[in-house]
């Protein structure tokens, strides 16, 4: 086992008193020598933090003991080293922003998807009902430069703002097809899975707990290359192991 514990977890929850909740998170976190970044909004929480273990499991049972964040779950991984340089916790409008206020997750959550029952679509084509599948990638151009599920959708977007009106210009095309929408961890999935069905794609869903969710409970099948993530490590291979440094290299050099 690597020695550091590296998590990626958020909830949307309505919040109220940002500055102290900030203050108390900044210095729980302190106390326990962890690195990453926390947004807090109105709308939630977001979080990636990595440290050793046990202090960081300590952190998000004393997170849990606020009974907003009791439903709070971490997507794991592991690496040798730890990714970040300092802990932040900052104060935002959104905890992904998307410009489209009538889009609250909160109230009611997109339908989704389990990585092991995507996979069944896949490798037969078809969902449940003989419909074709189609998947949506939601991130930023760079992102899906990394890696994508095979023949996955996407737009060339430079970033999330753009996606409505960039899936709003495929609708008629799409209409017929099942849509199954994913990103790194989820969540920028749980407005544009909402977003879709908002402008009648009725056939839409997401995939639950994003590419990480799956890489942890299928690994590689019917996807091509790594996961970027927004830390040191670059990128995560489909086995949660961080991309090796001379493939890094090389990525740069030919970018």
């Not at 703002?161 to 709003?168: C, Q, S």
Request: proline share 4%.
């Amino acid at each position: 086992m690597k020695p550091i514990l590296n998590i990626a977890a958020y909830l949307f929850v309505s919040l109220d008193n940002l500055t102290e909740l900030r203050a108390k998170i900044l210095d729980d976190c302190n106390a326990r020598h962890l690195k990453g970044t926390i947004l807090l909004t109105a709308e939630g929480i977001n979080m990636f933090l990595a440290g050793e273990e046990a202090e960081l499991r300590g952190f998000l049972d004393w997170l849990r003991q606020d009974s907003r964040f009791a439903p709070l779950q971490a997507k794991d991984s592991w690496s040798e080293t730890q990714p970040f340089k300092k802990m932040l916790v900052k104060i935002k409008n959104e905890i992904i922003r998307m410009n489209h206020p009538t889009i609250r997750p909160e109230e009611g959550r997109a339908n989704f998807i389990t990585p092991k029952k995507l996979q069944e679509w896949l490798d037969r084509g078809t969902d449940d009902l003989g419909r074709p599948v189609v998947m949506v990638d939601t991130r930023n151009a760079f992102e899906v430069e990394y890696g994508t599920f095979e023949n996955a959708l996407h737009f060339n977007i430079e970033k999330f703002t753009e996606f409505p009106a960039a899936i709003t210009a495929h609708k008629d095309e799409l209409a017929d097809k099942t849509l199954v929408s994913f990103c790194t961890g989820g969540i920028r999935c749980e407005k544009s899975g909402l977003f879709m069905r908002e402008i009648g794609m009725q056939h839409s869903y997401q995939l639950e707990g994003g590419i990480l969710k799956y890489f942890e409970e299928v690994g590689s099948a019917h996807y091509t290359g790594t996961c970027f993530v927004f830390d040191e490590r670059e990128a995560l291979e489909p086995n949660l192991d961080s991309i090796p440094l001379e493939r890094s290299i090389r990525k740069k050099q030919t970018a």
